[in-house]
């Protein structure tokens, strides 16, 4: 088990055995403060204390990655929330275990019917069903009262917005996957201004990358300041995007 007094002083990569996986691109898991609850919760299972169990995180936050890992660990096979039929409920009696992710309200009465019948029936089977949400059962307007009481039963791992920590140490791998080399004062000056989630962490670094390559510079602060003023503004990005729903 890991050292979590330990561990709770800086970041650490959580490696996972998970080459083979493509989806994952052999990638490392950067574990903080904010996300260490959830990182607990797939390294428990199988000794849940539920037969269920929640991650909730806004997007970017690795809910999806962490969802990997634990199908890789445990078998079986992810769906979401929108995608649930009654054919999810009859694979899930032979696989044992099962991702939903993108649990919501606005999915329809149906829907969240047949999230119900499938925690009952881990329940029953003695099977493994872990459930991502943007936000926790609690903060959720789900209409289905006891699938509501039941989600808010269930062991809950929230992850918080990251951290400068996280994703200082985050930055730093995006850039070392791509054989760059960056001095600290950069990986600062970019803490300092790009939005907190992976998402923004990898397109600023991929920008900064084919612009290196574009003007045969090496990375430097100003180069990163080029690369920023080339991301649109956050409501710009939103107003040209549909609403995603909630998480």
Sequence with gaps: MPDHNRAAAEPRQLTFELAHLPALEAEDFVV??????????????????????????????????????????????RTTMADLS???????RDAGCLAVEDVAAGHGAEAERLLFHLLNRARESGGSLLVTMRAPPGETAI?????????????????DPIDDALLSVLLVKLFADRQLVVAPGVVKYLT???ERTAEAAREIVERIDRLALATHRKVSRQLAAEALAQVPPASEENDRSAPEPSR
Excluded at 50 to 60: D, E, K, T, Y
Excluded at 143 to 159: E, G, N, V
Aim: charged content about 20%; proline content about 8%; hydrophobic content about 45%.
């Design 192 to 194: 300092m201004r790009i």
């Design 143 to 159: 209409a289905l009262p006891d699938l509501r009481s039941r989600l808010r039963a269930l062991p809950l791992a929230a992850i």
């Design 32 to 77: 903080s403060d904010c996300n260490r609850r959830a990182v607990d919760i797939i390294e428990r299972w199988p000794a849940w204390p539920s037969h269920a169990a929640v991650i909730a995180g806004p997007p970017g936050s690795g809910k999806s990655h962490l969802v990997s890992v634990w199908l890789a660990r445990a078998g079986g096979s």
């Design 86 to 92: 009654r054919e999810t409920i009859e694979a899930f």
